[in-house]
């Protein structure tokens, strides 16, 4: 198993401004991923993050507006850029263990995003 | 990757038996079957997964029809913390999708005292 860890874990921000989410898993793993939950709704895919390359983000998600970071292989960041009240989600990270499959995958408690 | 459809909501005795449908009829023959469920407030939870034949762990069983066209998510003896949303999830294991899950709605189980 593992521990993954997610700062902050809630924040309150104006519009216009920025914010970036760290996540940090405690065991060897090989894909990290970030999710989107916004009020009431099930999780979307924003993209995956790559080790030491940019990261790979699904239809509707631009690297301008959720630059990524993975400097290394347990260690993952997510920027929400130019904040509107709209971005107010719950921002989730997974990641998948070395000695699992990928498709099992743990996830971060999450941050809890309030645009003003 | 093939849709999936779950009732939008459950309820169950604790103590007793939950049985989670899921139907996916689109199913394809290298497509696994993946639940996780998510409890208020925290990151969702991997549960079990498939193929085609029934698989066991220590939290559930899962049981795939022959035709792989739906399953059951069984938990044989709800407890109030199994109060979650539960999702089945249909991914291929590799190729495009590899890693990528896709959350449906999911089922709300709510176990009752």
């Known amino acids: 198993s593992a521990v993954i860890s997610q700062k902050p874990s809630r924040d309150i921000c104006q519009r216009g401004t920025s914010l970036t989410i760290q996540c940090q898993v405690d065991?060897?793993?090989?894909?990290m991923f970030w999710y989107r939950q916004q009020p009431g709704q099930s999780l979307t895919l924003i993209a995956t993050?790559?080790?030491?390359?940019?990261?790979?983000?699904e239809s509707g998600f631009v690297i301008d507006k959720f630059p990524i970071s993975r400097p290394n292989l347990t260690f993952s960041t997510l920027t929400v850029s130019n904040m509107s009240p709209e971005d107010s989600s719950i921002y989730l990270c997974?990641?998948?263990?070395?000695?699992?499959?990928?498709?099992?995958?743990?996830f971060g408690p999450g941050t809890r995003l309030t645009v003003t | 990757d093939a849709k999936t459809t779950q009732p939008t909501s459950m309820d169950c005795a604790e103590g007793r038996a939950a049985n989670l449908p899921c139907n996916h009829s689109?199913?394809?023959?290298?497509?696994?079957v993946y639940w996780y469920r998510q409890i208020h407030s925290q990151g969702p939870q991997y549960i079990i997964h498939?193929?085609?034949n029934n698989e066991t762990n220590e939290m559930a069983s899962l049981i795939i029809t022959e035709d792989r066209k739906s399953s059951t998510l069984i938990l044989p003896h709800a407890t109030l913390r199994d109060t979650a949303v539960y999702y089945c999830?249909?991914?291929?294991?590799?190729?495009?999708?590899?890693?990528?899950?896709?959350f449906g709605q999911g089922t709300i189980l709510t176990v009752h005292p």
């Open positions: 997974s990641a998948v263990l070395l000695a699992g499959g990928p498709n099992e995958q743990y």
């Open positions: 065991s060897q793993v090989t894909m």
């Open positions: 993050a790559n080790q030491g390359s940019e990261a790979t983000y």
């Open positions: 689109t199913i394809s023959g290298n497509e696994y």
């Open positions: 498939g193929l085609k």
């Open positions: 999830i249909v991914i291929n294991a590799g190729g495009t999708s590899y890693g990528k899950l896709t």
